[in-house]
């Protein structure tokens, strides 16, 4: 390789690395909102149900919540969406016909929707009757969905391409449907919405056991507690099921991401399951197998001597192994301690008549440990999405290297290090704001109208 082309691989590599960073701090926050949304949503339908204040206070803490969120994906959104000129402009070029109408799309009806009633949302509690702001509660949910439905309508069409054609080397649009409902895209959506209510149950219990670790548990501190972790419960599961027809789908349209998870080098019948490896591509063989026999097999076929096609079929077109193969293992992994852990203390709490402060200290440090696990599940799982469609962007039809940019190598490593040094800063302010939110909890829920529960209408007192 000559120095040209090896500054050219390096900036390419730059290049990913830096739009993955980007995407990597930009999704952390969706992921809270879409979901966090719906259970507002709950909170304040509750509230309106019992009138018991503990709702109350929980929908306004967590309403501030979410609007810590909402601000930081605002903010990172607009930073990846500079890099579609900066580091990719080819994408654009070749794929804008189908790429800028779907971004329109959930700019249009769905970040317009959310800007416009987060504000009444936020401030309308006592302005606005009690109606109007659960109306404002739900389209705010509503608009969280739907950006997500088009973000992932896109990028589930540059995994499963369809309804398009190719005209002097542009994408035209054949079928919107077709487009929109691509063949993994029911798989995808479901999979993420279900990711984001795990990651936001995961953030109720962590919150709530930090609370009561910190001695400054209020009445809405059992109940998110008990909340989260029945989302977890009910919802894992869940996941798994969704998971699995995914990767069946996946199996269909990109064998080879599917090989790369198994780290399965050769076509063969019966492959294991494998629970630890090394890969190692120089050899294009795994060190230190540790393995189900025939596990990945039955799993991915349902029979235990079905054929599943290996990495050496795909040479050249195939993505990095060690990377997709790690990242499905700590998804998988974190998934099954989210599990165990919803399913744990959601049995403990119940034994101790639903009384947070009754349970094991150990029991709290853990569920405070795992407040942000739903964030590492969900970016591994991401990697395996993104980084298992290499070397395409629009799978099976346009490389990747085919659409990046011809800025220095040097430049990007210079915005790349500015840019983790800022999102390292971001994400330890974030975590900081949420902590001494959770320990002053009476201060965030403190209304910005008073509201009397007797003028609710249709409301009855349980508490």
Same mark, same amino acid.
């Given at each position: 390789?000559?120095?040209?082309?090896?500054?050219?691989?390096?900036?390419?590599?730059?290049?990913?690395?830096?739009?993955?960073?980007?995407?990597?701090?930009?999704?952390?926050?969706?992921?809270?909102?879409?979901?966090?949304?719906?259970?507002?949503?709950?909170?304040?339908?509750?509230?309106l149900r019992t009138q018991q204040s503990a709702w109350l206070d929980a929908y306004r803490f967590w309403t501030k919540v979410f609007a810590l969120s909402f601000a930081m994906g605002v903010v990172s959104g607009i930073t990846m969406s500079f890099q579609f000129g900066t580091n990719w402009p080819g994408y654009m070029e070749r794929v804008g016909n189908i790429a800028g109408p779907l971004l329109g799309y959930e700019v249009m009806t769905a970040f317009f929707l959310e800007a416009t009633f987060l504000g009444v949302m936020l401030f309308g509690h006592?302005?606005?009757?009690?109606?109007?702001?659960?109306?404002?509660?739900?389209?705010?949910?509503?608009?969280?969905?739907?950006?997500?439905?088009?973000?992932?309508?896109?990028?589930?069409?540059?995994?499963?391409?369809?309804?398009?054609?190719?005209?002097?080397?542009?994408?035209?649009?054949?079928?919107?449907?077709?487009?929109?409902?691509?063949?993994?895209?029911?798989?995808? $959506?479901?999979? !993420?919405?279900?990711?984001?209510? *795990?990651?936001? #149950?995961?953030?109720? %219990? /962590? =919150?709530?056991?930090?609370?009561?670790?910190?001695?400054?548990?209020?009445?809405?501190?059992?109940?998110?507690?008990?909340?989260?972790?029945?989302?977890?419960?009910?919802?894992?599961?869940?996941?798994?099921?969704?998971?699995?027809?995914?990767?069946?789908?996946?199996?269909?349209?990109?064998?080879?991401?599917?090989?790369?998870?198994?780290?399965?080098?050769?076509?063969?019948?019966?492959?294991?399951?494998?629970?630890?490896?090394?890969?190692?591509?120089?050899?294009?063989?795994?060190?230190?197998?540790?393995?189900?026999?025939?596990?990945?097999?039955?799993?991915?076929?349902?029979?235990?001597?079905?054929?599943?096609?290996?990495?050496?079929?795909?040479?050249?077109?195939?993505?990095?192994?060690?990377?997709?193969?790690?990242? $499905?293992?700590? !998804?998988?992994?974190?998934?099954? *301690?989210?599990? #165990?852990?919803?399913? %744990? /203390? =959601?049995?403990?709490?119940?034994?101790?008549?639903?009384?947070?402060?009754?349970?094991?200290?150990?029991?709290?440090?853990?569920?405070?440990?795992?407040?942000?696990?739903?964030?590492?599940?969900?970016?591994?799982?991401?990697?395996?999405?993104?980084?298992?469609?290499?070397?395409?962007?629009?799978?099976?039809?346009?490389?990747?290297?085919?659409?990046?940019?011809?800025?220095?190598?040097?430049?990007?490593?210079?915005?790349?290090?500015?840019?983790?040094?800022?999102?390292?800063?971001?994400?330890?302010?974030?975590?900081?704001?949420?902590?001494?939110?959770?320990?002053?909890?009476?201060?965030?829920?403190?209304?910005?109208?008073?509201?009397?529960?007797?003028?609710?209408?249709?409301?009855?007192?349980?508490?």
């Amino acid at each position: 390789m000559d120095v040209s082309a090896a500054a050219t691989e390096t900036a390419l590599m730059l290049a990913r690395v830096q739009f993955a960073a980007n995407i990597s701090f930009h999704i952390l926050f969706p992921t809270i909102t879409i979901a966090l949304a719906w259970v507002l949503l709950f909170m304040r339908w509750r509230w309106l149900r019992t009138q018991q204040s503990a709702w109350l206070d929980a929908y306004r803490f967590w309403t501030k919540v979410f609007a810590l969120s909402f601000a930081m994906g605002v903010v990172s959104g607009i930073t990846m969406s500079f890099q579609f000129g900066t580091n990719w402009p080819g994408y654009m070029e070749r794929v804008g016909n189908i790429a800028g109408p779907l971004l329109g799309y959930e700019v249009m009806t769905a970040f317009f929707l959310e800007a416009t009633f987060l504000g009444v949302m936020l401030f309308g509690h006592g302005r606005v009757s009690e109606r109007v702001h659960l109306l404002a509660t739900f389209l705010v949910a509503f608009g969280t969905t739907m950006s997500a439905f088009w973000i992932l309508a896109l990028n589930s069409w540059m995994q499963t391409p369809a309804g398009h054609e190719v005209v002097g080397g542009q994408f035209h649009v054949q079928s919107w449907a077709a487009v929109i409902f691509n063949p993994s895209f029911p798989y995808r $959506f479901a999979h !993420m919405l279900l990711a984001s209510f *795990l990651t936001v #149950a995961f953030l109720l %219990a /962590g =919150l709530s056991a930090w609370q009561l670790l910190r001695n400054c548990a209020n009445g809405a501190t059992h109940k998110t507690l008990r909340l989260g972790l029945t989302f977890g419960a009910l919802l894992i599961p869940v996941q798994i099921f969704v998971g699995d027809l995914h990767g069946l789908n996946t199996l269909e349209h990109q064998p080879q991401k599917i090989a790369a998870m198994e780290g399965l080098w050769h076509t063969e019948r019966g492959a294991p399951l494998l629970l630890f490896a090394w890969p190692d591509e120089a050899a294009r063989a795994n060190r230190f197998e540790i393995g189900v026999p025939n596990g990945a097999a039955l799993i991915l076929t349902h029979r235990a001597d079905g054929e599943l096609k290996g990495l050496d079929d795909f040479k050249g077109a195939h993505p990095p192994v060690a990377p997709v193969f790690w990242a $499905f293992r700590v !998804m998988v992994g974190v998934g099954l *301690l989210m599990l #165990a852990a919803s399913w %744990a /203390g =959601l049995w403990l709490l119940r034994r101790r008549g639903w009384n947070g402060a009754a349970l094991p200290r150990l029991v709290l440090w853990g569920l405070a440990a795992m407040t942000f696990s739903g964030w590492l599940a969900t970016l591994a799982g991401w990697y395996v999405t993104e980084i298992g469609r290499q070397p395409f962007i629009v799978f099976g039809l346009v490389r990747t290297a085919e659409v990046a940019s011809t800025v220095p190598g040097q430049m990007i490593a210079l915005s790349l290090a500015l840019y983790l040094t800022l999102y390292a800063a971001l994400i330890v302010a974030y975590v900081a704001v949420l902590r001494y939110m959770a320990e002053h909890a009476k201060e965030a829920a403190k209304p910005s109208v008073e509201v009397s529960p007797r003028s609710l209408p249709n409301a009855e007192a349980t508490s």
